[in-house]
């Protein structure tokens, strides 16, 4: 069967750490990930977005990495802060114009300070 | 910066009641989509749209729910016959190339 599974407990990480967090996918063929921030009671807000033919992408303190072999993205926030703290969300999308994103559950991130 | 806002933030409608959610999506986008997250559950496809026609829907979406884009601004989601199961947050969102998409604040639906 399809999954997209993201790390299930909370992630509790002093200020200034990295955090990492995990996507993986089972029986999909995704020509991109795409990682969400949700707050609670709000929309998710687009981070950034890798295609199946780059290994990793960059913007600011945040880094993905995408391994279609393995079937796994990586999701780091360097020098995490409070503000970090939400519900990230992995998201796999499909070629074509238009296509529908397949979310993961998220994985809750906590930065304390 | 553009944003994508959708109307009511909460509605609450008794079993068996018509509601629409409204959206304004991003003006020069071109494609939209209606997702639902049940609370403390995983944000869901519904369905998409896109040059006036629905492009793709989810097993959710079924004969008691619609979509439409009235005027050229405004997307809506219309549910017939709302059951208790259809409370839920719903979100709208528009995309453009290249696959980001943008999402409303989202709608409190609760169904009592």
């Known amino acids: 069967s399809q999954k997209i599974e993201q790390n299930s407990e909370a992630l509790n990480i002093q200020e200034g750490k990295t955090a990492t967090l995990t996507c993986n996918y089972t029986?999909?063929?995704?020509?991109?990930l795409q990682w969400y921030r949700q707050d609670p009671g709000r929309g998710p807000v687009f981070l950034l977005l890798i295609r199946e033919n780059e290994k990793e992408k960059r913007k600011e303190r945040l880094k993905v990495t995408f391994d279609t072999t393995l079937k796994q993205s990586l999701f780091h926030i360097t020098a995490s802060q409070p503000a970090d703290s939400a519900t990230y969300l992995c998201?796999?999308?499909?070629?074509?114009?238009?296509?529908?994103?397949?979310f993961g559950a998220g994985t809750r991130l906590a930065v304390h300070p | 910066e553009p944003e994508v806002t959708q109307t009511p933030s909460h509605q609450v409608t008794q079993m068996g009641q018509e509601v629409i959610l409204r959206c304004v999506p991003i003006?020069?986008?071109?494609?939209f989509y209606w997702y639902r997250q049940i609370l403390g559950q995983k944000v869901e496809f519904l369905v998409s749209?896109?040059?006036?026609?629905?492009?793709?829907k989810s097993e959710i979406f079924d004969d008691q729910f619609s979509v439409e884009r009235p005027d050229g601004s405004n997307f809506t989601l219309k549910i017939r016959s709302t059951k208790l199961e259809d409370s839920a947050m719903y979100f709208c969102a528009s995309q453009t190339d290249p696959k980001e998409q943008y999402f409303g604040p989202g709608t409190r639906l609760t169904v009592t």
């Open positions: 998201a796999l999308s499909f070629s074509g114009g238009y296509n529908k994103l397949i």
């Open positions: 003006s020069n986008h071109l494609y």
């Open positions: 749209f896109y040059n006036n026609e629905i492009s793709e």
């Open positions: 029986n999909y063929s995704p020509a991109y």
